[in-house]
Protein backbone atom coordinates (compact mmCIF):
# COMPACT_ATOMS: atom_id res chain seq x y z
CA UNK A 1 0.00 0.00 0.00
CA UNK A 2 2.00 3.09 -1.24
CA UNK A 3 2.01 6.07 1.37
CA UNK A 4 1.83 10.10 0.22
CA UNK A 5 4.51 10.20 -2.48
CA UNK A 6 6.40 13.64 -3.37
CA UNK A 7 8.65 14.74 -6.29
CA UNK A 8 10.66 16.16 -6.94
CA UNK A 9 12.95 15.26 -3.66
CA UNK A 10 15.10 18.03 -4.16
CA UNK A 11 14.85 21.44 -5.95
CA UNK A 12 17.55 24.64 -6.22
CA UNK A 13 15.60 27.77 -8.29
CA UNK A 14 16.43 31.11 -8.25
CA UNK A 15 14.56 34.29 -7.35
CA UNK A 16 12.08 35.41 -9.22
CA UNK A 17 11.30 31.81 -11.37
CA UNK A 18 8.08 29.75 -10.77
CA UNK A 19 8.48 26.30 -9.53
CA UNK A 20 5.61 23.27 -9.40
CA UNK A 21 5.75 20.35 -6.74
CA UNK A 22 3.84 17.29 -7.51
CA UNK A 23 2.00 14.71 -5.09
CA UNK A 24 0.06 11.56 -4.88
CA UNK A 25 -1.59 10.88 -2.49
CA UNK A 26 -2.09 7.52 0.28
CA UNK A 27 -4.48 5.25 -1.78
CA UNK A 28 -8.00 5.34 -0.40
CA UNK A 29 -7.63 8.63 0.27
CA UNK A 30 -9.62 12.15 -1.55
CA UNK A 31 -8.45 15.36 0.84
CA UNK A 32 -4.80 16.78 -0.01
CA UNK A 33 -3.15 19.52 2.07
CA UNK A 34 0.38 21.24 1.81
CA UNK A 35 2.77 22.39 4.43
CA UNK A 36 5.74 24.80 4.69
CA UNK A 37 7.79 23.77 7.09
CA UNK A 38 11.21 26.23 7.94
CA UNK A 39 13.90 25.15 9.60
CA UNK A 40 13.79 24.83 13.43
CA UNK A 41 9.67 25.29 12.90
CA UNK A 42 6.95 23.16 12.68
CA UNK A 43 4.39 22.78 9.40
CA UNK A 44 2.50 25.60 8.35
CA UNK A 45 -0.57 24.96 6.68
CA UNK A 46 -0.36 26.21 2.94
CA UNK A 47 -4.47 25.11 1.50
CA UNK A 48 -6.24 21.93 1.50
CA UNK A 49 -7.77 20.21 -1.64
CA UNK A 50 -11.04 18.32 -1.74
CA UNK A 51 -13.08 17.06 -4.89
CA UNK A 52 -10.94 19.04 -7.02
CA UNK A 53 -11.55 22.76 -5.03
CA UNK A 54 -9.49 24.54 -2.50
CA UNK A 55 -11.39 24.02 0.96
CA UNK A 56 -9.08 26.20 3.68
CA UNK A 57 -6.39 28.28 3.07
CA UNK A 58 -3.99 29.49 5.45
CA UNK A 59 -1.69 32.96 5.69
CA UNK A 60 -0.22 32.61 2.45
CA UNK A 61 0.08 35.19 -0.58
CA UNK A 62 -1.60 34.46 -3.92
CA UNK A 63 1.62 33.53 -5.31
CA UNK A 64 1.11 29.88 -3.82
CA UNK A 65 -1.34 28.33 -6.10
CA UNK A 66 -2.32 24.77 -6.20
CA UNK A 67 -4.68 22.28 -8.02
CA UNK A 68 -5.65 18.61 -7.46
CA UNK A 69 -6.96 16.51 -10.29
CA UNK A 70 -9.60 13.55 -10.46
CA UNK A 71 -7.30 11.33 -9.12
CA UNK A 72 -6.87 13.11 -6.29
CA UNK A 73 -3.09 13.85 -6.75
CA UNK A 74 -2.47 17.68 -6.40
CA UNK A 75 0.56 20.55 -7.48
CA UNK A 76 2.12 23.00 -5.70
CA UNK A 77 3.04 26.04 -7.61
CA UNK A 78 4.68 29.28 -6.32
CA UNK A 79 5.51 32.07 -8.36
CA UNK A 80 8.03 34.78 -8.14
CA UNK A 81 10.18 33.26 -5.75
CA UNK A 82 11.34 34.50 -3.17
CA UNK A 83 14.61 33.55 -0.68
CA UNK A 84 12.70 33.26 1.94
CA UNK A 85 10.21 30.46 0.41
CA UNK A 86 13.33 27.88 0.64
CA UNK A 87 11.67 25.36 2.85
CA UNK A 88 10.60 21.91 3.26
CA UNK A 89 7.19 21.74 1.26
CA UNK A 90 5.08 18.28 2.95
CA UNK A 91 1.97 17.10 1.33
CA UNK A 92 -0.48 15.37 3.79
CA UNK A 93 -3.60 12.94 2.56
CA UNK A 94 -6.69 11.82 4.49
CA UNK A 95 -10.08 11.00 4.22
CA UNK A 96 -12.51 14.21 3.78
CA UNK A 97 -14.15 13.57 6.52
CA UNK A 98 -13.86 15.47 10.50
CA UNK A 99 -11.03 13.86 12.36
CA UNK A 100 -8.95 12.29 10.66
CA UNK A 101 -5.14 11.89 10.98
CA UNK A 102 -3.19 13.31 7.84
CA UNK A 103 -0.60 11.38 6.45
CA UNK A 104 2.77 12.82 5.36
CA UNK A 105 4.89 12.11 2.34
CA UNK A 106 8.65 12.93 3.31
CA UNK A 107 8.56 16.15 1.66
CA UNK A 108 10.51 18.22 -1.57
CA UNK A 109 13.07 20.46 -0.33
CA UNK A 110 13.24 23.86 -2.70
CA UNK A 111 16.56 25.83 -2.56
CA UNK A 112 15.82 29.48 -3.76
CA UNK A 113 19.56 31.04 -4.74
CA UNK B 1 0.82 34.27 17.52
CA UNK B 2 1.76 31.10 18.30
CA UNK B 3 -1.56 29.01 19.11
CA UNK B 4 0.54 25.78 19.77
CA UNK B 5 3.11 25.87 21.97
CA UNK B 6 5.62 23.30 22.52
CA UNK B 7 8.07 24.85 25.30
CA UNK B 8 10.69 22.57 25.50
CA UNK B 9 13.26 22.86 22.25
CA UNK B 10 14.81 19.37 23.19
CA UNK B 11 14.38 16.31 26.28
CA UNK B 12 16.98 13.78 26.76
CA UNK B 13 15.67 10.73 28.76
CA UNK B 14 17.32 6.78 29.61
CA UNK B 15 16.28 3.91 28.03
CA UNK B 16 13.69 2.67 29.57
CA UNK B 17 12.56 5.32 31.70
CA UNK B 18 9.77 7.70 30.92
CA UNK B 19 9.01 10.14 28.36
CA UNK B 20 6.87 13.28 28.48
CA UNK B 21 6.41 15.83 25.96
CA UNK B 22 4.33 18.83 27.03
CA UNK B 23 2.23 20.72 24.66
CA UNK B 24 0.01 23.83 25.51
CA UNK B 25 -2.74 25.88 22.77
CA UNK B 26 -4.07 29.11 23.20
CA UNK B 27 -7.54 28.63 20.82
CA UNK B 28 -10.53 27.14 22.91
CA UNK B 29 -11.97 26.16 19.78
CA UNK B 30 -9.46 23.00 19.21
CA UNK B 31 -11.44 19.86 19.27
CA UNK B 32 -8.96 17.66 18.11
CA UNK B 33 -5.18 16.92 18.82
CA UNK B 34 -2.12 14.90 17.13
CA UNK B 35 1.49 13.89 17.98
CA UNK B 36 3.89 13.10 15.15
CA UNK B 37 7.33 11.53 15.13
CA UNK B 38 9.87 12.84 12.32
CA UNK B 39 13.04 11.53 11.66
CA UNK B 40 15.59 13.37 9.57
CA UNK B 41 14.92 13.53 5.72
CA UNK B 42 11.37 11.89 6.28
CA UNK B 43 7.68 13.59 6.66
CA UNK B 44 6.43 13.39 9.98
CA UNK B 45 4.91 10.18 11.25
CA UNK B 46 1.69 9.82 13.02
CA UNK B 47 1.17 8.56 16.18
CA UNK B 48 -1.85 9.07 18.12
CA UNK B 49 -4.51 11.80 18.53
CA UNK B 50 -7.03 12.23 20.77
CA UNK B 51 -10.40 14.31 20.72
CA UNK B 52 -11.63 16.92 23.61
CA UNK B 53 -14.23 14.49 24.59
CA UNK B 54 -11.38 12.43 25.74
CA UNK B 55 -9.00 12.66 28.45
CA UNK B 56 -6.62 10.03 27.76
CA UNK B 57 -5.84 7.87 24.78
CA UNK B 58 -3.63 5.04 24.48
CA UNK B 59 -1.33 2.92 21.69
CA UNK B 60 0.99 0.73 23.10
CA UNK B 61 3.70 2.44 24.61
CA UNK B 62 2.26 6.17 23.68
CA UNK B 63 -0.50 7.33 25.95
CA UNK B 64 -2.01 11.15 25.13
CA UNK B 65 -3.15 12.83 28.35
CA UNK B 66 -5.65 15.99 26.97
CA UNK B 67 -6.64 18.72 30.38
CA UNK B 68 -9.39 20.75 28.49
CA UNK B 69 -9.59 23.37 31.33
CA UNK B 70 -5.44 23.88 31.02
CA UNK B 71 -5.47 23.76 27.65
CA UNK B 72 -2.30 21.39 27.56
CA UNK B 73 -1.99 17.79 26.34
CA UNK B 74 0.86 15.43 26.68
CA UNK B 75 2.64 12.51 25.68
CA UNK B 76 4.20 9.64 26.87
CA UNK B 77 6.49 6.95 26.09
CA UNK B 78 7.00 4.15 28.17
CA UNK B 79 9.66 2.79 27.89
CA UNK B 80 11.49 4.60 25.87
CA UNK B 81 13.96 3.34 23.15
CA UNK B 82 16.64 4.79 21.50
CA UNK B 83 14.55 4.52 18.04
CA UNK B 84 12.13 6.97 19.54
CA UNK B 85 15.18 9.47 19.11
CA UNK B 86 12.87 11.90 16.94
CA UNK B 87 11.15 15.37 16.77
CA UNK B 88 7.87 14.90 17.78
CA UNK B 89 5.38 17.87 16.79
CA UNK B 90 2.09 18.44 18.51
CA UNK B 91 -0.82 19.80 16.01
CA UNK B 92 -4.48 20.70 16.51
CA UNK B 93 -7.69 21.25 14.61
CA UNK B 94 -11.20 22.88 14.49
CA UNK B 95 -13.77 20.60 13.69
CA UNK B 96 -15.93 23.05 11.71
CA UNK B 97 -12.63 24.72 10.11
CA UNK B 98 -11.47 21.29 8.44
CA UNK B 99 -8.81 19.69 8.57
CA UNK B 100 -5.81 22.08 8.46
CA UNK B 101 -3.50 21.15 11.24
CA UNK B 102 -1.57 24.02 13.43
CA UNK B 103 1.45 22.34 14.70
CA UNK B 104 3.67 23.47 17.40
CA UNK B 105 8.02 24.05 16.76
CA UNK B 106 8.48 20.63 18.00
CA UNK B 107 10.78 19.11 20.54
CA UNK B 108 13.89 16.99 19.65
CA UNK B 109 13.68 13.99 22.31
CA UNK B 110 16.58 11.56 22.66
CA UNK B 111 16.80 8.61 24.17
CA UNK B 112 20.46 7.56 25.54
CA UNK B 113 21.20 3.62 25.80
Known amino acids: DAGVTQSPTHLIKTRGQQVTLRCSPKSGHDTVSWYQQALGQGPQFIFQ???????QRGNFPDRFSGHQFPNYSSELNVNALLLGDSALYLC????????????FGDGTRLSIL | DQQVKQNSPSLSVQEGRISILNCDYTNSMFDYFLWYKKYPAEGPTFLISISSIKDKNEDGRFTVFLNKSAKHLSLHIVPSQPGDSAVYFC????????????FGPGTRLSVLP
Open chain 1, 49 to 55: YYEEEER
Open chain 2, 91 to 102: AASKRNYGQNFV
Open chain 1, 92 to 103: ASSLGEVNQPQH
